[in-house]
């Protein structure tokens, strides 16, 4: 295991719970999009650009830069966040999110947003996506990493099943997989819309390596990463084991908040406890 | 003006097809983890083993759906109709269309008045690539008791179908008895008018109803007709509204390529009728996050731009 400084640790998670609560700012402002898977993705994203991922948001075209695939486009007002809050774009800009004649749109659009990779929102496809940008790695003998996040509700496309396949076929060891366990789709728990386990089987069966960590925990996150990125000869995946909703009491483990913004006294209740979370980590 | 009462054709949908599947035990329903966006739960809660939930996995549904129907059920598979259609166009196209499956899809959130999910989820192609297929059947309802009697109509008609509606409430436009008229393959005429017809489906009816009220104040006789059939296409009314009034506008919530416009300007044209024509419909793009009124407005698409496009058209 590294030894991480524990300031590193200490920014990582204040700047989670920041990003956090702008998700839950934006949402509400835009009346519409999705709390829930937003939120149980929020730590991998912000440990990917704030602590390991090779970027630079002046240089978003940078050829040799890590990619990071938000599959899962749903989730990206958590993306938004980090984005802004790296300097691809101003801070000001998450208010307008899914506002008309505005740049962030409800679902992903690489053509609009300076950071975004890959255009998403139908499910099922940034992991072919994500070997593409992989295969191009390997072509150009350039070293850049390529990480791609997926739902686990989304697993149940058989594309990504396809694309599971030809990334182990390829060997694509310049590839990590995420998927957000958070055990629920829309029509509810995973397991009763369309059975995924064992997703671990699932995955290793496909010829991958699998690590299994807490979503929620940036040493479980860092570490894996670290592990990841050296692991050779196969395509990684991390199952991240996360809440849906996580960091708002009302809103974790409840499928309702699946594609429901918050009203006005779940907003004030949401940010009160971020605000709360928040203070405690300052100390 | 008289207050308009709303209902949501999803729900309409969703009852009818707890009403069939008491008289058809073969109604059979599917859907990809969006049962409680496109209404089939009620189906699952009332018939809960004629309900297949298949996750998010279109392609599987619609194959799966082929297979139901082989052995005579009946089913109905629902989803978004980004992902009803251009998702899954082979799967429809082999074995649906091809196959002559008695499969209907039921889409909902088409158009762009899905609104703020972007354009990712608006689906404005989904009439062309449906009405492209040989054998298909392309629907697109405009009210809540016109969903429930377009729903009735696939159950008991054989072949695969396609039908479409919107996310939204909307207006109602007709009373049960009326409803009673309608058939597969035949528009429905609206409104009787003379000086121009305006042929709308889905959506965009109750916004040409009001444009015609517009019109005629401004002493234009608009005469419209609801074209919820739009493939196969009645061909008939169109040539007879044709000569009759020299001018028709079509409305859609859809690309002007390939859709109600589409269809119409080729039977126009290959009849050789010296008409005035023009199509509304999102004019060959993608559009964009917003609210739905506001995205309708910049896009073309309400009672206003008719009432524009119907005095542009006619002034020529
Ligand atoms: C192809 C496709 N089908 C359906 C949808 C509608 N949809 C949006 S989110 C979602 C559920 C996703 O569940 P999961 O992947 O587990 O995401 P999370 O729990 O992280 O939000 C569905 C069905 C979609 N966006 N794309
Ligand atoms: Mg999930």
Redesign the interface.
């Known amino acids: 295991m590294e030894h991480y400084d524990k300031k590193i640790i200490e920014r990582l998670d204040l700047m989670a719970v920041n990003v956090r609560k702008h998700v839950i700012e934006m949402l509400y402002r835009?009346?519409?999009?999705h709390p829930g898977g937003s939120l149980s993705a929020v730590d991998m994203i912000v440990a990917l650009y704030f602590a390991h991922m090779n970027h630079d948001s002046k240089n978003p075209n940078d050829p040799d830069r890590d990619r990071f695939i938000l599959s899962k486009?749903h989730a990206v007002p958590a993306l938004y966040a980090v984005l802004a809050e790296s300097g691809y774009f101003s801070v000001d800009e998450l208010k307008n999110l899914?506002?008309?004649?505005?740049m962030?749109?409800?679902?992903p659009?690489c053509s609009y947003v300076p950071g975004i990779e890959a255009?998403?929102?139908?499910?099922?496809h940034g992991l072919s996506f994500a070997n593409g940008v992989a295969l191009a790695g390997k072509l150009d003998e350039n070293e850049y990493n390529v990480y791609v996040m997926m739902g686990d509700?989304?697993t149940?496309?058989?594309q990504v099943w396809e694309a599971a396949a030809a990334a182990s076929h390829y060997k694509l060891d310049n590839l990590t997989a995420f998927i957000d366990r958070n055990f629920l789709?829309?029509?509810g728990n995973t397991e009763e819309?369309?059975r995924l386990e064992s997703a671990r089987d699932r995955w290793s069966s496909f010829g991958w390596h699998v690590t299994e960590i807490d979503g929620h925990n940036m040493k479980q996150i860092l570490d894996a990463l670290n592990e990841t990125d050296n692991h050779k000869r196969q395509p990684s995946v991390i199952i991240l084991n996360t809440v849906k909703g996580k960091g708002v009491s009302f809103m974790e483990n409840n499928v309702d908040f699946h594609g429901v913004p918050p009203n006005e006294m779940e907003y004030n209740m949401a940010m009160e406890e971020l605000d709360l979370i928040q203070k405690k980590l300052e100390g | 003006m008289s207050k308009k009462i709303m209902a949501n054709p999803r729900n309409a949908y969703g009852e009818t097809l707890v009403k069939l599947g008491e008289k058809y035990p073969n109604l059979v329903v599917l859907d990809a983890d969006l049962s409680k966006s496109t209404k089939t739960i009620m189906f699952a809660k009332k018939y809960p083993e004629r309900f297949f939930e298949m996750g998010i996995a279109e392609a599987n549904m619609i194959s799966t759906a082929a297979g139901l129907a082989s052995c005579g059920k009946i089913p109905f598979a629902s989803t978004f109709a980004v992902f009803a259609t251009g998702r899954v166009y082979d799967q429809i196209r082999i074995d649906l269309a091809y196959s002559q499956a008695n499969v209907k899809i039921f889409a909902t959130h088409g158009g762009i008045s899905v609104g703020k999910d972007g354009a990712s989820h608006q689906m404005i192609e989904d009439i062309a690539l449906m009405r492209v297929l040989p054998n298909m059947t392309v629907l697109a309802p405009s009210d809540a008791t016109q969903t429930g009697k377009i729903v009735e109509l696939m159950a008991t008609n054989k072949g695969p179908m396609y039908a479409r509606i919107g996310r939204a409430n909307a207006p109602i436009i007709y009373d049960k008895d009326y409803i009673e008229s309608v058939e597969l393959g035949k528009g429905m005429m609206v409104e009787d008018g003379s000086d121009v017809t305006i042929i709308a489906c889905g959506t965009m009816v109750d916004p040409a109803i009001d444009a015609r009220k517009t019109l005629l104040k401004q002493g234009i006789n608009a005469q419209l007709i609801d074209m919820h059939t739009i493939k196969p296409l009645d061909e008939k009314l169109v040539i007879k509204c044709a000569k009759k009034t020299g001018a028709i506008i079509t409305a859609e919530e859809h690309s002007i390529i390939g859709g109600l416009g589409g269809a119409i300007a080729e039977t126009l044209a290959e009849n050789s009728l010296p008409v005035r024509f023009r199509r509304m419909g999102i004019k060959d793009r993608f559009c964009e996050s917003g609210e739905p009124k506001d995205l309708l407005e910049k896009y073309g698409l309400n009672e206003k731009h008719i009432v524009k496009n119907v005095k542009d058209l006619i002034d020529r």
Do not use: Y
């Open positions: 835009a009346k519409s999009g486009g899914r506002e008309i004649n505005c962030l749109q409800g679902h659009v255009s998403t929102g139908s499910l099922g509700g989304e149940d496309e058989g789709q829309i029509d819309v369309m």
